[in-house]
């Protein structure tokens, strides 16, 4: 992300939360009384000021935009989708992703304006960034995630505290079940930590999973001659470095997101046989 993304990203939130308290205040109190509003009149300052910044630098609020949709040449190839941030963060946290509506809802009925802000911070970039921004990344993730977690932060201490006064309810019902219950439980958790340690997770491919390639792209690029073929892990780098597309392309990262990032090439399952990807 760029500092251009960042500053649509910004002047996006910041119009809409004072757009959206506009009509919060013209719905409850009429339209006289919101505009005399300290939302009417921020609005009105804000339409003011972005349409005189229009008309005296076009130019450079032009260059400014189309920075912000720029995408370099060696991103042109790759293949996104709409839903690429919506899957990412379903990948890496599903619970959380089925209760975020919910604590959309909380947040704008427990916190009120400020609740309005959180949600607008999280919900305006996530929609730029996937279905405005062309440039699609996977750190792009995290430029959002301080803000889905505040918001699921608050209720899910919430829920939590709901399941637990329920679940003291019942146990002082129950009366034998709750040592039980408490024992069972405490055996799980302490079973998979003391399990932890000699648990083995190797990664197969015996490759670190962020290799630093440019220096050997650099110099290989300038002894590469035309006609060689290429097979990669990276061919993205590839695609960068030698100004040129890569032959095959090889699944060697663990991480499922590098599917992301084909550039077209033949994806190859084994170097036994390049010819069959």
Sequence with gaps: MTLHDLGVALVGVTGIYIAARFVQVAWSQGMRKALSSKAGIALTI???????????????????????????????????????YAWRY?????LLCLLSPLALVYQLRKHGKFGLFLVISFVVPFVFHSLVFPMKRERYVYHLFPFFAVIL???V??????????????????GFARAGLAASAALVVCASLLAYPWMKFPDKHK????????????????????????????????????????????????DPTSLQYLTGAPQVRTLDCPGSA
């Design 90 to 94: 379903f990948w890496q946290f599903p």
């Design 207 to 254: 490759l670190a999973p962020w290799e630093d390639w440019k220096m050997f792209y650099l110099q290989t690029g300038t002894t590469l001659e035309p006609s060689a073929r290429i097979l990669t892990t990276n061919p993205l780098a590839v695609y960068h470095y030698f100004s040129r597309a890569a032959d095959f392309h090889i699944r060697a990262k663990y």
């Design 46 to 84: 804000g339409l003011i000021a972005a349409g005189l910044i229009i008309l005296l630098q076009w130019d450079l609020v032009l260059k400014y935009v189309r920075k912000a949709f720029w995408m370099p040449s060696w991103a042109e190839n790759t293949s996104f989708s709409a839903t690429y």
């Design 157 to 174: 201490e919430q829920l939590l505290r709901w399941l637990w006064s329920g679940l003291r309810q019942w146990l002082s019902r129950q």
């Design 153 to 155: 932060a608050p209720f």
